[in-house]
Nanobody, 122 residues
Framework: QVQLVESGGGLVQAGGSLRLSCAAS????????FAWFRQAPGKEREFVAV????????YYTDSVKGRFTISRDNAEKTLYLEMNNLKPEDTAVYYC???????????????WGQGTQVTVSS
């Protein structure tokens, strides 16, 4: 069993930055793949970024490439999402997820956090 708790969301103006954190507890953190997803109002949840267990492989959805950076600290059991040059279309609830496969698909992730709200004003 893995428990995930996101934090760091908030209200920011367009062009601003936020850093999301996802604290993990429970089973071994370092062997899992972690990802960020987001869900905007009235839309389906979508993939944002994924990072391999070692941190050496990362992949981003096109809309955030060059602006967002995913990272992890296995010693601290924490996942991060650094978000820069935020846009109003980034407004969503952001979720961290953990699973055994490096994938952009929701169904491969076994555990999810409760989500943290990010609101970007224009």
């Amino acid at each position: 069993q893995v428990q995930l708790v996101e934090s760091g969301g908030g209200l920011v103006q367009a062009g601003g930055s936020l850093r999301l954190s996802c604290a993990a507890s429970g089973r071994t953190f370092s062997t899992y793949v972690f990802a960020w997803f987001r869900q905007a109002p009235g839309k389906e949840r979508e993939f944002v970024a994924v990072i391999s267990w070692s941190g050496s492989s990362k992949y981003y959805t096109d809309s955030v490439k060059g602006r967002f950076t995913i990272s992890r600290d296995n010693a601290e059991k924490t996942l991060y999402l650094e978000m820069n040059n935020l846009k109003p279309e980034d407004t969503a609830v952001y979720y961290c997820a953990v699973g055994g496969s490096y994938s952009t698909r929701e169904h491969v992730y076994d555990y999810w956090g409760q989500g943290t709200q990010v609101t970007v004003s224009s």
